[in-house]
C-alpha cells in the first residue's frame, strides 16, 4: 500500500498570504495525485488532479505541481474561504486508493 | 449536473450491520466507478471500495474484505455499501462518490453518519 505523507499538520496563515502544502509519496506515483478541500460538515471538493490540473470550476490561485514521491498544493493569496482541511490522493496503485491525513489550513 | 443523495443517518448496535444507499442522478450511472469512501470523527479519509455499475464487480479495501459488500442496481440508479460485524470503531461518515474517468473523485454524496454503539 502507498502511504501519504503530508506536512504540515496545521498551517497558519493570515488572509491574502501564500499558503504551501506538502505531500509526499511512501513510492513514485507519477503525477497520478488528487487534492481535496473539506470544510466542517461537508463533504470533500475536488481541487485538483493529475497533480497539476484545477477541476471545473477552481479558481486559479489553487495550483498544484510535482511529480514522483514530492507534490505541493499552493493557494496564492488566501481567502477566508480558503481556510479547511486539504487532504492528497493517490491513484496509481489500487486497491487501495490512500489519502494523507491532512493538512488543516487555519487563520 | 450530476447529485448523489445518501440515505440518512443509523444507529446500529455493535455486531449488527448497516446498509447505506447512494442514489445517483443528473449523469450517466453506469459507466462511472462509485466508491465508498468512509471518516471516522476528527479523522482523515478512508477509501472502503468501489464498483463500475455496468459491470458490477466490486473491488474493496483488504482492511474490510469479507465485511463490506459494494453492490449498484443499475434500474434505479442506486448504489449501496453494505457493512457487517459492526464496531464501535466503524462509528464514521459514510461518503458515496463518483469516480472521474481518472480515478479521483468529482461528485460527492452529503454523506452518512452511522454510529455504532451498544
Known amino acids: 500500500e502507498i502511504v501519504m505523507t503530508q506536512s504540515p499538520a496545521t498551517l497558519s496563515v493570515s488572509p491574502g498570504e501564500r499558503a504551501t502544502l506538502s505531500c509526499r509519496a511512501s513510492q513514485s506515483i507519477s503525477n497520478t495525485l488528487a487534492w481535496y478541500q473539506q470544510k466542517p460538515g461537508q463533504a470533500p471538493r475536488l481541487l485538483i488532479y493529475?497533480?497539476?490540473t484545477r477541476a471545473t470550476g477552481i479558481p486559479a490561485r489553487f495550483s498544484g505541481s510535482g511529480s514522483g514521491t514530492e507534490f505541493t498544493l499552493t493557494i496564492s493569496s488566501l481567502q477566508s474561504e480558503d481556510f479547511a482541511v486539504y487532504y492528497c490522493?493517490?491513484?496509481?496503485?489500487?486497491?487501495?486508493?490512500?489519502f494523507g491525513q491532512g493538512t488543516k489550513l487555519e487563520i | 449536473q450530476v447529485q448523489l443523495v445518501q440515505s440518512g443517518a443509523e444507529v446500529k448496535k455493535p455486531g449488527s450491520s448497516v446498509k447505506v444507499s447512494c442514489k445517483a442522478s443528473?449523469?450517466?450511472?453506469?459507466?462511472?466507478?462509485i466508491s465508498w469512501v468512509r471518516q471516522a470523527p476528527g479523522q482523515g479519509l478512508e477509501w472502503m471500495g468501489g464498483?463500475?455499475?455496468?459491470?458490477?464487480?466490486?473491488n474493496y479495501a483488504q482492511k474490510f474484505q469479507g465485511r463490506v459488500t459494494i453492490t449498484a442496481d443499475e434500474s434505479t440508479n442506486t448504489a449501496y455499501m453494505e457493512l457487517s460485524s459492526l464496531r464501535s470503531v466503524d462509528t464514521a461518515v459514510y461518503y458515496c462518490a463518483r469516480m472521474s474517468g481518472g480515478g479521483n473523485w468529482d461528485y460527492w454524496g452529503q454523506g452518512t453518519l452511522v454510529t455504532v454503539s451498544s
Open positions: 490522493q493517490q491513484y496509481n496503485k489500487w486497491p487501495p486508493y490512500t
Open positions: 464498483i463500475i455499475p455496468m459491470f458490477g464487480t466490486a
Open positions: 493529475g497533480a497539476s
Open positions: 443528473g449523469g450517466t450511472f453506469s459507466t462511472y466507478a
